[in-house]
């Protein structure tokens, strides 16, 4: 038995990798690095390029629950990511050179995965994930909008600017986690009111790269919004976003401070750090005055600048079943980005439930269709409603799950009710997968 995996990214690896595991043997595709995207900095597989965070490991958190549920169905890449886990509070983030580094020897050392370095520009006929991302190449992209006879529907993404550690001046910035939860992961550089006021008028007045005439019309995720965007929307946005102060007291001065730029640690070695919530659009020389005008980054190394790019996704509702699987094509099954699904622990989510959809179609067995009390089985049977008439990416999260009657004394209770879906959650996947 054989599948075809079009791309090598966190969903594509996946999937090529809990076929393998069921004997199928794999003709995995990355274009890289014949052809690259313009966001990607290596060859090498699962490679993280918007942050190195998957988010919030805590079980009462949904990006969290999402996490345990791919650990108990045997999930390859969850491992992995914990095996490169850096300090980050109760976020999972990782080394993320470390990590794709791993994804890549796991694949390569894999007899029955053949890692094929080609792009392919239209879907196989014969049984395949199509996997190749929100960066998928122009002429795949086509073949895929013909295949699903609609419109592909898309958003922009920006990428936060990496500084090195060693160049922020810790006379001004100091480490904190909010609300001093755990140990101290975080890079602090407080803003007084005068300072903010300047950032922000450099940040508003500073002119961005330019758009593509098809591209003017972009459609913005709400949680991957560019700084500037946000800052748009006026003056005080920011802090009471990315930059909100509640909960970071200089510990040298036992003051709040007016803002606060967090910066959170990319690498194991702690020697880069990206700017939280800093996803921006802006020209580089614009980057580099805004970050110089943050205090404490005065003196910055900047490694990488933030870059923005298209994200191409289909219109799920219309094309796929809860499994994965296509409406038209019983061998044809999507996952990643690529399907809707928002975030990094979601999209190999999606690849996990795709390659292990693949393989029991290939061997003739019940395809798994997750229950929506499940984190997993919610996310995809929300991307596959066929009610939705105007469908835009999702993460992970509370809304989309089945809900939970509570006593009405405790109906306000949030962290009570994340803890009964929680519980439940768990339960329904241990029950499904004996």
Not at 37 to 53: I, L, M, P
Not at 116 to 130: D, H, K
């Amino acid at each position: 038995m054989e599948a075809t995996v079009i791309g090598a990214g966190l969903a594509g690896s996946e999937a090529a990798l809990q076929l393998a595991k069921r004997g199928i043997k794999v003709n995995l595709y990355e274009m890289r690095p014949k052809k690259t995207t313009g966001a990607h900095v290596s060859e090498n597989c699962a490679e993280f390029v918007c942050s190195n965070s998957l988010g919030s490991f805590d079980i009462t958190n949904a990006s969290g629950l999402l996490k345990k549920e791919m650990e108990l169905l045997g999930g390859e890449l969850i491992k992995i990511a914990y095996e490169c886990r850096v300090p980050a509070g109760n976020a999972l983030a990782i080394d993320r050179e470390g990590f794709s580094q791993k994804v890549t020897q796991k694949i390569e050392e894999n007899p029955n995965i053949t890692l094929i370095r080609e792009e392919i520009s239209e879907i196989p006929n014969s049984p395949a994930i199509m996997a190749s991302g929100p960066l998928t190449s122009s002429e795949l992209a086509k073949n895929i909008k013909n295949f699903t006879k609609s419109e592909h529907l898309y958003f922009f993404d920006a990428i936060a600017p990496i500084v090195e550690a060693e160049s922020i001046n810790f006379d001004i910035a100091f480490w904190q986690n909010r609300y001093n939860k755990g140990d101290a992961e975080y890079i602090n550089c407080p803003m007084n009111k005068e300072q903010y006021e300047k950032f922000y008028k450099i940040l508003t007045n500073a002119p961005r790269i330019e758009l593509k005439e098809f591209e003017k019309n972009a459609k913005f995720f709400e949680s991957c919004l560019p700084v500037e965007v946000l800052a748009s929307r006026g003056v005080d946005t920011l802090r009471f976003g990315p930059m909100k102060p509640i909960g970071l007291v200089d510990p040298r001065t036992n003051e709040e401070n007016y803002a606060v730029v967090q910066l959170r640690q990319d690498n194991s070695a702690k020697t880069l750090f990206n700017l939280v919530g800093f996803q921006t659009n802006l020209k580089w020389g614009s980057q580099k005055e805004l970050i110089h005008s943050i205090p404490g980054l005065e003196e910055a190394s900047i490694v990488r600048y933030g870059v923005m790019h298209r994200n191409t996704f289909i219109n799920s509702p219309k094309v796929l079943n809860p499994t994965m699987q296509t409406r038209e094509r019983n061998d044809l099954f999507f996952a990643g980005q690529l399907t809707g699904t928002e975030g990094y622990t979601e999209s190999i989510a999606s690849g996990l439930l795709a390659g292990i959809n693949m393989a029991r179609y290939l061997m003739g067995e019940e395809l798994l269709e997750l229950p929506t009390t499940t984190m997993l089985g919610a996310l995809t049977h929300y991307i596959t409603d066929s009610a939705h008439e105007k469908f835009q990416p999702i993460n992970s999260n509370w809304g989309i799950v089945d809900s939970i009657e509570l006593p009405k004394k405790e109906r306000k209770n949030k962290k009570l009710k994340a803890e009964l879906l929680s519980n439940r959650s768990l339960e329904a996947i241990s029950t499904f997968c004996s």
